[in-house]
């Protein structure tokens, strides 16, 4: 099997991808979370217990997980990469400072533990732990009032939107934030020297002009993606997308674009509506009434797109070829438990084998649903991690999943 499989959102999982959420969230402050989108703080120590659980769940399914910062940390044993890493991050943190850049730079080197590093780097950096004794010009007298030199990345639990497994493929995604698209720059570095990895196709990459994020990526058959035209996914973006992924000759012959409200609540795909097996999916009752589809397929070269009628269900079965596609909808039927539990990502799911998915405790009317429907679930605590807006399929990045 290659060292990364991706051909379904359900074949059963065998290796995935984590970040477990560390001191950035203790860096998370209020002034900052419009920009660091985030509504609440969630409970570092709470946060990493039901973390930690998350990961259990998945080992104890014989899943073999794996870590970014660990990743990262390998490869920077090579003094070059660790030097490179530090300049990139460096400059992706628009210090305007160049006392401060060389200041920030000798903290950093210090590091000696290069899983340390990645944590310190991920962190940020407040202005207290450097001390710059002289304040002579307008820029030092200014910044010594603002609280850090570089900011934390309090979304990189969120592993599945920095960059996406496809087949054995990979994007490097282009995030919509500027603050998010720091988080890419580790996948940057994993693609470009770890072993596993390094040699990979790439069908985006972060140095794009549009945005797409992994949560609107979902990989449905060796046939079908589909796509999020939202908040946070151009359809410039996955026009581009499409014309590599087609020019690679990989086996995909379709991506299905859905266009999504611009609005937090329906920021990616994910968000809505995810598989659970060959003919069942998640769904909000607000995407299924109202959702416009658009197909795009290659034509000698050139894409073709058009636009898909009838119901979403319909749709969906064309392409997968399947008669009777269901949709289980979030919160069952009750526009109240719909509301609230998409916000806290009862569509959100992962599917760890065909009808097999871990979800949140607290989405109590979707897991019935599903559990009504002959899902089996795995139940995980998500008081903490919820406040930042995303569910188990958020938290995950599949590398290797059986082909189906």
Known sequence: MNNINIFSEIGKLKKVMLHRPGRELNNLIPELMDELLFDEIPYLKEAQKEHDYFSKVLRDNHIEVVYLEDLVAEIIKDR??????????????????????SLLRQYLASFEDEKELVLKLMEGTRREEIK?????SLCELVSSNLKFITKPMPNLYFIRDPFTFVGNHVSLNKMWSKTRNRETLFGKYILKYHRDFKDVNLLYNRNYRHSIEGGDILVLSKDLICIGISQRTNPKAIEEFCKNLFNINSSFKTV???VLPKKREFMHLDTV????????????????????????????GELKVNTEKGFLENILGQYL????????????SSKVDAAREQWSDGS?????????????DRNTATNRELEENGVKLHIIKSGELSR??????????PIIREEI
Not at 274 to 295: G, R, W
Not at 348 to 360: G, H, K
Not at 388 to 397: E, F, W
Request: with cysteine; charged share 25%.
């Open 132 to 136: 710059n004794t002289s304040k002579n």
């Open 348 to 360: 959100n799911t992962l599917a760890i084998a065909p009808r097999e998915v871990i979800v949140y």
């Open 321 to 332: 070829k399947k008669d009777n596609v269901k949709l289980i909808p979030c919160g069952g």
């Open 80 to 101: 070059n990469i660790k030097e490179e890493l530090i300049e990139e991050y460096i400059l992706e943190n628009s210090i305007d400072i160049e006392k401060e850049k």
């Open 388 to 397: 930042g807006r995303g569910g188990p399929r958020c938290m995950s990045m």
């Open 256 to 258: 299905l674009a859905f």
């Open 273 to 300: 509506f995810t598989m659970i097996d060959k003919d069942l999916f998640t769904i909000h009752s607000t995407i299924e009434k109202n959702i416009t589809v658009y197909s795009i397929s290659s034509n000698n």
